[in-house]
């Protein structure tokens, strides 16, 4: 079950006595915790049946004891502790998991790690409750997830606006979303974010970015490729070396992908190497003026570029040169 699911349940005045939230996603740990402290209770309701402990602090028993009252006033109170992966003697809460209050709701965040399914414990949370295990997205999932968090707020955006979002961003939910809250903001009434935008507000240069370089490699523009580079030289927060490398070995290994497509149709293509439809010219048109030795060529030139700016084989050589021998030797 989701996080998103328990939530809808939540509005829908359907609750679990315990809903245990664990994994590596804070994200999602933090969005269910924010919604049972704030919004399962009305304001009225809180002052007398929300109690809030965070691990590092509480001691078992007083979560015990909290969760054993009953509600005044209302049908309900919701117990919330944070950071329970704190909390010494955690295991002592089976005692209460395993006969719980219907009247209480008991919300956990156990963030980073995992209960041992082997033990009574985690039975206890799964046979009285409902036990969320939240995983980091796949980078491949991130263009998607950002596209309909944006949805949700009642904006659309470019498609290479929100590539440029993603790539910039990486895989940092929370900062996405207050990224996304900031261009609203920014923007005003108007519902649609594009590149400008993501320049303007969020400080990424639409014309000198790592999609820009991958454009200017698939159609061998030399000149382009180094005048991208100078400006990452220029602006070493824009273009890291350590996320640029990564990023052209991932499109060139895709365009490898395109020699085992099988067809020419664009669509049937970019469905069977996972990319957007809306990039694959670039990626045919790498395959095309490169041919099959050329990009394996590109992607044993990336693997080896990749270990010299970590200092194997090349101390010393500024990130800028590193990258702009690579593009000679690529495009060559």
Known sequence: MSVEKI???WKKKSFKPVCWFEGE???????????????????????????????????????????RRYPMFAERQVV?????????????????????????VFVVAYKDKKLDARKKFT?????????????KLYDRELPEWTQNLIQSKGLSITQRALNLLVDHIGNDLTRIENEIDKLQLSIGKRKSVTEEDIEEYIGVSKDYNVFELQSALASKNLAKSIQIIQYFEANPKAGPVQAVLPSLYNFFSKVFMVFGAGTQDEKTVA??????????KD????????????????????HDYNLKSVGVGSLGTEDASLMKELVVKMIA
């Open 7 to 9: 939530i809808t349940d």
């Open 25 to 67: 996603e804070e994200y999602f740990i933090d969005k269910a915790i924010d919604y049972a402290e704030h919004h399962i209770l009305s304001e009225a309701e809180s002052s007398f049946n929300l109690s809030v402990f965070y691990g590092k602090d509480a001691a078992w028993a007083d979560v015990v004891n909290a969760c």
């Open 80 to 104: 919330v502790l944070k950071e329970a992966q704190q909390m010494r003697e955690l295991e002592k809460l089976e005692t209460y998991i395993e006969n719980p209050l219907i009247s209480t």
């Open 123 to 135: 039975r206890f949370v799964k046979e009285n409750g409902v036990l969320v295990t939240t995983k």
């Open 271 to 280: 469905a069977t190497i996972g990319v957007n439809p809306y990039f694959i």
């Open 283 to 302: 990626y045919m048109q790498a395959a095309r003026l490169y041919t099959y030795p050329g990009i394996e060529k590109a992607l044993l030139l990336l």
